[in-house]
């Protein structure tokens, strides 16, 4: 009964698009509230703990629950690991329920399922079909999940819960269909109305399923007397988007989520999208934007968020050198959102420090066959040992991340999870993504930070009241409530400056909702909007509406991607809304943020701003250099991307470690003495680099001097070498 009372008030919920905190009761809700715990650095894995897989982490997430599940689990906690379990939601090695072992029956009728009658498949594995779920999947998870807290996972963390748009034709999801809107199933590509209802539809079944697995948690954790939060592992809002899936994301905070990884990475980062009419990869600035949008799931809420950074990606034939670009581009990206400092290091890391995992050793060139394939080069092996550790970090310094360089701040760009409903036949949304990108963009060419801003949470009164300037177009996504419009309006006419572009052509304005049922008759969710502003609904150019103003651009966003001069469009109306605010208006070429003693740079790909380049002058220790080599200055270029330590802003009172490509315990520090234990991951280059007020009288390495002719000393700093492992080793540095 407690599955059905959840079903039913979720597909209330849906109904009015309002996500009801009802779902909980309050002392189920009380239990949801996320302990603070030291778990900031986090990386999941299949593999049982290895000295080549020995990271500097709080938590290990095990993967999967299969009859290795606890043996696993004790493997990582015996190395001193917080254990959680993370398994997948819409795929996975589900063979028991799908030939009947779970409860008798066959559920292969689950599968989602295209127009050509063929099974959406993960990695085109015939065992392995992505879920159309029903309860009783929802149960089969409840059971699997049962497993893993008996073994003693601290964490539940749930992955990917994706519908594809492709998908819709299965079995199951025709007798969920008719179960819900009360009517015979439409075949998705019949209409753009069949289409928006059937990816509502889509979102509200996986929506139910984590429901019950949360549900399941919370009533586990009171009858053990334990605190067991849930997670989801989900892909960014705008990558789902483009690449035509559908998830719950925003939503599954008011079903019992207590927060996100968000899974953010060179794979997703590299999708290409169009600007000034050239397609191309952009992963920073698409990077920049996909975090941006995680962040956005969790500013309203308080909630938990962990940034995934990925070293390498799933597509295993880049090189090296592509690899290690790319993920330095992500994870600069992730570091310019200032308020979230929990980071997942690395998923599989045993596909990258594993034995026998060959890359190739250079990029392959178009047409021609992959080049040798060699293992992971050393100094990248001691270069992501060191962010790791500087990540680990980073909460501590969290209370001081501020702008250095960057661009008028205050504005932002107005999303809601409907982008994800309107991606498949008959009349899909621009397929490079134009409606978002075409907004967001032009600001982060122009050094402007822009933030995404989630329709859901508007109804929020502080979520709008950050922003001075928004940008906004219903192409491509609608308004899932009435109470969105009222709250837009509500902070116009308190002085916000809002840009609307918008052609009021999106065959998707006329399906059957809320704006043109119920007694309401809007043309368009836009009309709606303007007729809240009091504005003419076909008003275009600059409107005072209260203390604040609207600029509409009688434009589609995507097609102005694809002309060369369609940016500035877009930027010249920003300028003019925020000019009539009073906000003034500012680019820069790069974007540099400081974190307590780190600085995070980015200079743009393409800049479009005619400010001069940022030089950063200091005294800085390079975290993207294997040697750790120090600078004076640093000028950031097109396409700059650094982790930098600022040795300004460090205590030069005591002896200290600066940065290290290890994990560092039992640190002792004296006037005369530092000793620490330095362990990472076996057979890798070790490196410290370590403020020394005066020559080292010795240095010595599990008992063994170091001879001084190979100290590194500048009068400063100390630089030390080591052979990692596993097992610590002890550092001891006598002044």
Same mark, same amino acid.
């Given at each position: 009964?407690?599955?059905?009372?959840?079903?039913?008030?979720?597909?209330?919920?849906?109904?009015?698009?309002?996500?009801?905190?009802?779902?909980?009761?309050?002392?189920?809700?009380?239990?949801?509230?996320?302990?603070?715990?030291?778990?900031?650095?986090?990386?999941?894995?299949?593999?049982?703990?290895?000295?080549?897989?020995?990271?500097?982490?709080?938590?290990?997430?095990?993967?999967?629950?299969?009859?290795?599940?606890?043996?696993?689990?004790?493997?990582?906690?015996?190395?001193?690991?917080?254990?959680?379990?993370?398994?997948?939601?819409?795929?996975?090695?589900?063979?028991?329920?799908?030939?009947?072992?779970?409860?008798?029956?066959?559920?292969?009728?689950? $599968? !989602? #399922?295209?127009?050509?009658?063929?099974?959406?498949?993960?990695?085109? @594995?015939? =065992? %392995? /079909?992505?879920?159309?779920?029903?309860?009783?999947?929802?149960?089969?998870?409840?059971?699997?999940?049962?497993?893993?807290?008996?073994?003693?996972?601290?964490?539940?963390?749930?992955?990917?819960?994706?519908?594809?748009?492709?998908?819709?034709?299965?079995?199951?999801?025709?007798?969920?269909?008719?179960?819900?809107?009360?009517?015979?199933?439409?075949?998705?590509?019949?209409?753009?109305?069949?289409?928006?209802?059937?990816?509502?539809?889509?979102?509200?079944?996986?929506?139910?399923?984590? $429901? !019950? #697995?949360?549900?399941?948690?919370?009533?586990?954790?009171?009858?053990? @007397?334990? =605190? %067991? /939060?849930?997670?989801?592992?989900?892909?960014?809002?705008?990558?789902?988007?483009?690449?035509?899936?559908?998830?719950?994301?925003?939503?599954?905070?008011?079903?019992?989520?207590?927060?996100?990884?968000?899974?953010?990475?060179?794979?997703?980062?590299?999708?290409?999208?169009?600007?000034?009419?050239?397609?191309?990869?952009?992963?920073?600035?698409?990077?920049?934007?996909?975090?941006?949008?995680?962040?956005?799931?969790?500013?309203?809420?308080?909630?938990?968020?962990?940034?995934?950074?990925?070293?390498?990606?799933?597509?295993?034939?880049?090189?090296?050198?592509?690899?290690?670009?790319?993920?330095?581009?992500?994870?600069?990206?992730?570091?310019?959102?200032?308020?979230?400092?929990?980071?997942?290091?690395?998923?599989?890391?045993?596909?990258?420090?594993?034995?026998?995992?060959?890359?190739?050793?250079?990029?392959?060139?178009?047409?021609?066959?992959?080049?040798?394939?060699?293992?992971?080069?050393?100094?990248?092996?001691?270069?992501?040992?060191?962010?790791?550790?500087?990540?680990?970090?980073?909460?501590?310094?969290?209370?001081?991340?501020?702008?250095?360089?960057?661009?008028?701040?205050?504005?932002?760009?107005?999303?809601?999870?409907?982008?994800?409903?309107?991606?498949?036949?008959?009349?899909?949304?621009?397929?490079?993504?134009?409606?978002?990108?075409?907004?967001?963009?032009?600001?982060?060419?122009?050094?402007?930070?822009?933030?995404?801003?989630?329709?859901?949470?508007?109804?929020?009164?502080?979520?709008?009241?950050?922003?001075?300037?928004?940008?906004?177009?219903?192409?491509?996504?609608?308004?899932?409530?009435?109470?969105?419009?009222?709250?837009?309006?509500?902070?116009?006419?308190?002085?916000?400056?809002?840009?609307?572009?918008?052609?009021?052509?999106?065959?998707?304005?006329?399906?059957?909702?809320?704006?043109?049922?119920?007694?309401?008759?809007?043309?368009?969710?836009?009309?709606?909007?303007?007729?809240?502003?009091?504005?003419?609904?076909?008003?275009?150019?600059?409107?005072?509406?209260?203390?604040?103003?609207?600029?509409?651009?009688?434009?589609?966003?995507?097609?102005?991607?694809?002309?060369?001069?369609?940016?500035?469009?877009?930027?010249?109306?920003?300028?003019?809304?925020?000019?009539?605010?009073?906000?003034?208006?500012?680019?820069?070429?790069?974007?540099?943020?400081?974190?307590?003693?780190?600085?995070?740079?980015?200079?743009?790909?393409?800049?479009?701003?005619?400010?001069?380049?940022?030089?950063?002058?200091?005294?800085?220790?390079?975290?993207?250099?294997?040697?750790?080599?120090?600078?004076?200055?640093?000028?950031?270029?097109?396409?700059?991307?650094?982790?930098?330590?600022?040795?300004?802003?460090?205590?030069?009172?005591?002896?200290?470690?600066?940065?290290?490509?290890?994990?560092?315990?039992?640190?002792?520090?004296?006037?005369?003495?530092?000793?620490?234990?330095?362990?990472?991951?076996?057979?890798?280059?070790?490196?410290?680099?370590?403020?020394?007020?005066?020559?080292?009288?010795?240095?010595?390495?599990?008992?063994?001097?170091?001879?001084?002719?190979?100290?590194?000393?500048?009068?400063?700093?100390?630089?030390?070498?080591?052979?990692?492992?596993?097992?610590?080793?002890?550092?001891?540095?006598?002044?």
């Amino acid at each position: 009964m407690r599955y059905r009372l959840n079903e039913d008030i979720v597909k209330r919920s849906l109904n009015t698009t309002i996500l009801l905190a009802a779902c909980l009761s309050p002392a189920a809700h009380a239990q949801s509230i996320v302990a603070q715990g030291n778990d900031h650095i986090t990386f999941q894995t299949h593999a049982p703990w290895s000295p080549r897989i020995n990271l500097a982490a709080d938590t290990a997430m095990v993967y999967g629950i299969d009859a290795t599940m606890p043996s696993r689990i004790r493997s990582w906690r015996d190395h001193g690991y917080h254990v959680a379990v993370m398994t997948g939601v819409s795929w996975g090695e589900y063979g028991d329920y799908l030939n009947g072992n779970f409860d008798g029956k066959q559920h292969w009728d689950e $599968a !989602q #399922v295209s127009s050509d009658g063929k099974q959406v498949l993960h990695g085109n @594995n015939p =065992r %392995i /079909p992505y879920m159309a779920p029903s309860l009783s999947y929802g149960r089969f998870l409840v059971q699997g999940i049962q497993k893993a807290l008996d073994a003693g996972a601290e964490a539940i963390y749930l992955e990917e819960p994706e519908f594809w748009a492709k998908s819709g034709w299965s079995e199951s999801f025709k007798r969920e269909w008719s179960a819900f809107y009360h009517e015979p199933w439409q075949a998705p590509d019949s209409s753009p109305d069949a289409q928006y209802r059937t990816s509502k539809l889509k979102y509200l079944l996986y929506r139910r399923t984590l $429901a !019950q #697995v949360f549900d399941f948690v919370r009533e586990y954790g009171k009858m053990h @007397n334990r =605190r %067991i /939060p849930c997670y989801v592992a989900t892909h960014s809002l705008i990558n789902y988007t483009q690449w035509r899936i559908v998830s719950p994301e925003s939503s599954l905070i008011d079903v019992g989520n207590d927060g996100y990884i968000a899974q953010v990475w060179t794979g997703t980062a590299r999708a290409e999208n169009v600007y000034r009419g050239e397609r191309r990869e952009r992963t920073f600035e698409t990077a920049f934007l996909e975090y941006g949008a995680m962040q956005n799931l969790v500013r309203a809420s308080g909630r938990r968020i962990w940034y995934l950074n990925d070293p390498i990606e799933d597509n295993p034939n880049h090189s090296w050198d592509d690899y290690r670009s790319n993920w330095e581009s992500t994870l600069v990206a992730s570091l310019l959102q200032p308020d979230v400092a929990s980071y997942e290091i690395v998923p599989w890391p045993e596909r990258i420090f594993g034995a026998g995992r060959l890359y190739p050793e250079t990029e392959p060139k178009p047409g021609q066959s992959v080049p040798g394939r060699v293992a992971i080069p050393k100094p990248y092996e001691t270069e992501l040992q060191t962010v790791f550790r500087a990540l680990g970090e980073m909460h501590q310094q969290d209370t001081n991340a501020e702008w250095q360089h960057a661009g008028t701040q205050g504005i932002g760009v107005l999303v809601s999870d409907t982008l994800m409903f309107q991606r498949a036949a008959p009349s899909p949304s621009d397929a490079d993504l134009g409606s978002f990108y075409g907004l967001a963009l032009p600001l982060l060419m122009h050094g402007v930070p822009v933030e995404l801003v989630q329709m859901e949470d508007a109804v929020t009164a502080p979520t709008l009241a950050r922003y001075r300037v928004l940008l906004l177009t219903f192409e491509g996504q609608k308004p899932p409530s009435p109470k969105i419009d009222d709250a837009i309006a509500a902070w116009v006419r308190s002085g916000g400056a809002l840009v609307v572009v918008d052609d009021d052509k999106d065959p998707y304005n006329r399906v059957r909702e809320w704006w043109n049922q119920d007694g309401r008759s809007s043309g368009t969710p836009r009309q709606h909007l303007f007729q809240q502003l009091g504005l003419a609904e076909a008003a275009t150019g600059l409107h005072g509406v209260g203390k604040g103003f609207v600029v509409r651009l009688d434009r589609s966003p995507s097609s102005l991607t694809y002309q060369k001069m369609g940016a500035y469009e877009v930027i010249e109306a920003a300028q003019q809304v925020a000019k009539s605010v009073q906000l003034p208006w500012k680019e820069s070429n790069a974007l540099v943020m400081r974190r307590g003693r780190y600085i995070v740079a980015a200079g743009l790909d393409s800049p479009e701003s005619s400010a001069a380049p940022v030089t950063l002058h200091g005294d800085f220790v390079n975290l993207f250099d294997a040697g750790l080599a120090e600078s004076s200055s640093i000028t950031i270029h097109p396409g700059t991307r650094t982790l930098l330590l600022d040795l300004q802003s460090v205590d030069r009172s005591k002896p200290q470690i600066l940065a290290a490509s290890g994990n560092i315990t039992g640190e002792d520090v004296s006037a005369n003495r530092l000793s620490f234990n330095f362990s990472g991951i076996e057979d890798t280059q070790g490196i410290a680099r370590i403020l020394a007020p005066r020559v080292p009288k010795q240095v010595s390495i599990n008992s063994i001097p170091v001879a001084s002719s190979t100290l590194d000393y500048n009068g400063r700093t100390l630089l030390i070498h080591l052979l990692i492992s596993a097992k610590p080793s002890k550092v001891i540095i006598e002044f």
